[in-house]
C-alpha cells in the first residue's frame, strides 16, 4: 500500500474527503485506503458510502481491518480504535 493512497480521516468536513478519494481515484489510483481513529470512524464510514453511492458508482470495498491502538497522552495510556477501509475499482 503506497502511502499517496491513503486520505486520513479526522475532524474535517466529510466532503473535504470524498473530495480527495474521487480526486485519487480520477488521477488513476486502483485503490484507495480510508484510515480513521475514533470518534473519526464513522465519519470515514460516510465517507466510503458518498463515494460508492453518488461520485464513483462502480468502486467496492474491499476487506475492512479494525484494530486498537494505545495511546499514550498526560493521563496514561488510552485504547483508540482503529479502522481501516480499502476502496477498489
Avoid: C, W
Wanted: aromatic residues 4%; glycine residues 6%; without cysteine.
Amino acid at each position: 500500500m503506497s502511502e499517496e493512497n491513503i486520505v486520513y480521516v479526522g475532524n474535517k468536513p466529510v466532503m473535504n474527503y470524498v473530495l480527495a478519494v474521487v480526486t485519487q481515484i480520477n488521477n488513476g489510483a486502483l485503490e484507495v485506503y480510508l484510515k480513521a481513529r475514533g470518534r473519526a470512524i464513522s465519519r470515514a464510514v460516510d465517507v466510503a458510502e458518498i463515494v460508492r453511492n453518488r461520485f464513483v458508482t462502480d468502486i467496492e470495498v474491499g476487506q475492512i481491518s479494525i484494530d486498537t491502538e494505545e495511546v499514550v497522552d498526560d493521563n496514561g495510556v488510552t485504547n483508540v480504535s482503529i479502522i481501516e477501509i480499502p476502496l477498489h475499482r
